[in-house]
């Protein structure tokens, strides 16, 4: 398996832009979730979905953010407007049922 | 208070030196997990575990769950495990994540 695939693995974007970061969770795992990850901060949970349903979207840190999961196998988080402070690394992970999570390589998004 | 809390923050040790790292958290979890970030940024999830004692070549992970504290053990370090550990805990269906360990073993 090629494990979790993320993409763009590095995204340099103006404040403003529409960002949309994707990620193909390992087949046959049915939970996914989207961390960033800060200096200030560390790792942060922003959403996770279980069987493509949203569970807890409370990491969300506002509703410029937003997360889809149309099928088992794709996921979005969107940012938009984009700003500075979105600057971050942002890791997509998968797991099956209450095994341990396999992370994604992360998006590194940098918003000048 | 952070619900995760790891000690020490910054680690550096001599090739060959045991080494210990610990994870305390303040609410009743289901599991708890390390996980190995590289200078590269990958993270890997090392250990999942509720109970007792796992192993996995040089590393072993403990948990007490009635004192709510864990501890990742690397024997016979090496440079390449120079990294930043990080413990999560799941509570209840999400992880929570320590600050991370920072180690840096040396020739």
């Known amino acids: 398996d090629a494990g979790v695939i993320q993409s763009p693995r590095h995204e340099v974007t103006e404040m403003g832009q529409e960002v949309t970061l994707r990620c193909k969770p390992i087949s046959g795992h049915n939970s996914l979730f989207w961390y960033r990850q800060t200096m200030m901060r560390g790792l942060e949970l922003l959403i996770y979905f279980n069987n493509n349903v949203p569970i807890d979207d409370s990491g969300m840190p506002e509703d410029r953010f937003s997360a889809k999961m149309p099928n088992a196998s794709f996921s979005t988080l969107k940012i938009q407007p984009s700003e500075p402070r979105d600057s971050a690394v942002y890791f997509c992970?998968?797991?099956?049922?209450?095994?341990?999570?396999?992370f994604g390589p992360g998006t590194r998004l940098t918003v000048t | 208070k952070n619900e995760v809390e790891q000690s020490p923050q910054n680690l550096t040790a001599q090739e060959g030196e045991f080494i210990t790292i610990n994870c305390s958290y303040s609410?009743?979890?289901?599991?708890l997990h390390w996980l190995q970030q590289h200078p590269g940024g990958g993270i890997v999830s090392l250990f999942m575990l509720s109970s007792g004692k796992k192993k996995h070549g040089r590393l072993i992970a403990t948990i007490n769950i009635q004192e709510k504290h864990s501890s990742l053990h690397i024997t016979a370090s090496h440079p390449r495990d120079s990294a930043v550990y990080i413990c999560a805990v799941r509570y209840p269906d999400k992880l929570i994540f320590g600050t991370g360990t920072r180690l840096q073993v040396f020739p």
């Open positions: 992970a998968s797991t099956l049922g209450a095994y341990g999570q396999y």
């Open positions: 609410v009743g979890i289901s599991a």
